[in-house]
């Protein structure tokens, strides 16, 4: 809390997970996202609420993911994949950033400034400092033979000025690290310490730690004009014939899961509120695994197997809990008097017309 608060520590994004773009719904969206802002806010208070949306891996994005994220609240939104041929007509005309209008119909209430990555989400080619990188460390003992601090001072600031000529600020946003990094934080950070120290003492540049909302802050000190995008940016293609829309439909099971998840959960989160909640189960368990499940890498039907199958079982998980919330409630409901509690049961298996509770002589069904 303490990093937080004197902002040496900041949030970006803060939902249950960085979700998809494209084969989630609107309604699952907002409710991972409230289920990971509302956990930041009760752990460290209202002045962790992140001010930059931060979705560097999806496959692509959506114009109402960004209405989405402007009706949030968000300052600016971040992300790194987008068309190869899209990327290099930004390059070149100094468009990777922009106003993204992401509702005709809400209009300007929909504006949110919004930057393409230039590295992807890495480190700039030759400055992976981690434990599995092989480019050169930092060595400024002089009295050693592999003494590099000129030619790494020279190779950084040329890596600075290439990414500066496709932005139209004096500020760029250059970043460290990459899945999996920073497995060995010191040596990282150590190296990237004497990086800043040696640059800044060649005065080229001026380099040092920042965070994407002081980014954001100068950018729109300078008070410039910028493009305006109304459109997705889908489909995904990172190089000729290579388009990212399998995903679209694959694993659909999970897909049709996750949806038939989506809607008990709302069913189970109106009537807990309506009951006042219950001691012994809550609509949480199916909430956290709903909020993972929006992930880029599920409900997407992008990971391997076994995890698919732990998203499932998750999902099943929190769908068994909340089903004994709506029977309680229901029950409550129905049974003012408390003189004869409903023993309510679900079918669960209607795909297959398997349902034990309705091939008896005589049964009531409650459609809510």
């Known amino acids: 809390k303490t990093l937080v608060n004197n902002k040496q520590l900041e949030f970006v994004n803060a939902g249950w997970c960085m979700n998809d773009e494209a084969s989630t719904d609107y309604n699952s969206i907002i409710d991972q996202m409230s289920l990971g802002l509302r956990f930041v806010n009760d ?35 971040f992300f790194a994949r987008i068309d190869y041929q899209d990327f290099s007509y930004r390059l070149t005309k100094k468009t990777m950033e922009m106003v993204w209008r992401g509702s005709p119909s809400l209009g300007e209430e929909s504006d949110l400034f919004t930057g393409v990555l230039f590295n992807h989400y890495s480190h700039p080619p030759g400055f992976c400092f981690d434990a599995k990188c092989t480019d050169p460390p930092i060595q400024d003992d002089p009295d050693l033979f592999d003494y ?22 004096n500020n760029i946003m250059m970043t460290f690290g990459d899945d999996f990094n920073y497995e060995n934080a010191r040596q990282n950070f150590k190296n990237i310490d004497k990086l800043i120290k040696y640059v800044n003492q060649d005065g080229r540049v001026y380099a040092f730690y920042s965070t994407p909302s002081r980014y954001i802050d100068a950018v729109h000190a300078a008070n410039k004009t910028w493009t305006l995008k109304t459109d ?22 999970l897909k049709g899961y996750t949806r038939v998840c989506n809607n008990i959960l709302q069913a ?14 809550s609509s949480m368990s199916l909430q956290m695994a709903l909020g993972v499940d929006q992930h880029h890498d599920a409900v997407s039907g992008t990971s391997k197997q076994h995890v698919a199958y732990d998203y499932a079982k998750r999902l099943h998980i929190g769908q068994v809990e909340c089903e004994v919330l709506m029977g309680y409630a229901l029950s409550d409901l129905a049974d003012k008097d408390g003189s004869s509690p409903l023993e309510l049961q679900f079918c669960e298996y209607l795909n297959i017309s398997f349902c034990p509770s309705s091939e008896t002589d005589t049964f009531n069904v409650i459609i809510y």
């Open 43 to 77: 752990t460290f208070g209202p002045q962790a609420r992140p001010r930059v949306a931060w979705h560097i891996d999806p496959f692509g994005h959506s114009a109402e993911q960004a209405a989405l994220f402007a009706k949030m609240g968000f300052d600016g939104f």
């Open 232 to 253: 997705d940016f889908f489909p995904y293609a990172d190089g000729p014939y290579h388009y990212w829309t399998g995903y679209f439909t694959s694993r659909p099971a």
């Open 268 to 281: 189970c989160k109106q009537l807990e509120a309506i009951h006042n909640g219950f001691q012994s189960v």
């Open 148 to 169: 590099n601090v000129p030619d790494r001072v020279n190779a950084f600031v040329a890596a600075a000025m290439d990414q500066a000529q496709h932005y139209t600020t």
